[in-house]
């Protein structure tokens, strides 16, 4: 069973920054991991895409960040690790929410990938 694990998140004054990791275990193997991203859910509003990387590291494509975050955050990955990381500058108490990994990953060469999130991690953004 494959697991992803988030971390870095907290509490953060306005205008700081914050890196958040997710790292992608299994007992098992994986064999190819695609697609990698990180979505947010803040209270009482529906989850929404933060940002998006391909399995190669391309996020030059529309649609790669959230409107409310372009110029501020940017996600990277270290496929060696299995890990992809979101750097959040110039946080905004609007950025406020609980941030959850996600990624398409195939544990063998014969299966589809399937899509994983983590449990998410909790960013506060408040004076």
């Known amino acids: 069973q494959v697991q992803l694990v988030e971390s870095g998140g907290g509490l953060v004054q306005p205008g700081g920054s914050l890196r958040l990791s997710c790292v992608a275990t299994?007992?098992?193997?994986?064999?190819?991991?695609?697609?990698m991203a990180w979505y947010r859910q803040a209270p009482g509003k529906q989850r929404e895409l933060v940002a998006r990387?391909?399995?190669?590291?391309?996020?030059?494509?529309?649609?790669s960040y959230g409107d409310s975050v372009k110029g501020r955050f940017t996600i990277s990955r270290d496929n060696a690790k299995n890990t992809v990381y979101l750097q959040m500058n110039s946080l905004k108490p609007e950025d406020t929410a609980v941030y959850y990994c996600?990624?398409?990953?195939?544990?063998?060469?014969?299966?589809?990938?399937?899509?994983?999130w983590g449990t998410g991690t909790l960013v506060t953004v408040s004076s």
């Open positions: 996600n990624a398409d990953i195939a544990t063998t060469p014969d299966l589809y990938a399937l899509a994983y």
């Open positions: 299994t007992s098992g193997y994986i064999f190819r991991i695609n697609d």
């Open positions: 990387i391909t399995g190669a590291g391309n996020t030059n494509y529309a649609g």
